[in-house]
């Protein structure tokens, strides 16, 4: 009896794995997590150096060159990081026998994406107009709304790294002259942090 119990159980949680695979996207990697946080921590100290003079960013007036390059930064250190994401996404499903672009994914990117765009297009004017302080907290709590929307689709400990960027973000209007830090840390150390918490959990 104790026997069939047991199997029972086992099926249970077998059917359970099989339903959770078909709805969300399980093939995040926590590697990747780790290496976008490393790339967001060699673009911050980029742009420190960059705006090394703090009163060209408190008085938002960029000099020469210096939003083109800023633009430059953000674009490698965006392109690292979704590259290495997908690279190891696209691994560890194989690993798992799974597909890698299936429906939850698209859920997924799609419920990302109405903030990921809004908050990007909200940066660029930003950038045109030369409120640099503001560009990071956007870009922090428009991150964090989008992720806060995608954990619906993934693993449900990303709504609690999504809010806690949007804290950040909020946090760094408040306090403007230290907005590249609190940007560093969010999309620097939060990343690694929680790249080596989804490694920890889930790819053990």
Sequence with gaps: ???????YMQDLREIR???ERSTKFLSLSGISGVLAGLYAL??????FE????????????PVGEQVWD???IGFTVLVLAIGTAV??????AKKREEKVWNSAARRMLVNMAVPLVAGGILVLVLLFKGLLLLMAPMTLIFYGLALYNASK??????KYFGFVQVVLGLLAVSFTQYSLLFWAFGFGVMHI???????YKYER
């Excluded at 009896?1 to 199997?7: C, G, L, N």
């Excluded at 703090?54 to 007036?61: D, F, W």
């Design 1 to 7: 009896m104790k026997r069939k119990e047991e199997d």
């Design 17 to 19: 794995s099989i339903m």
């Design 42 to 47: 060699a673009g911050a100290y980029l742009a």
């Design 50 to 61: 960059i705006f090394n003079d703090q009163e060209e960013l408190v008085h938002g007036i």
């Design 70 to 72: 800023l633009l430059f």
């Design 87 to 92: 690279l190891f996404s696209v691994r560890k």
């Design 153 to 158: 689709f993934t693993f449900s400990d990303v």
């Design 193 to 199: 942090i929680y790249g080596i918490y989804v490694n």
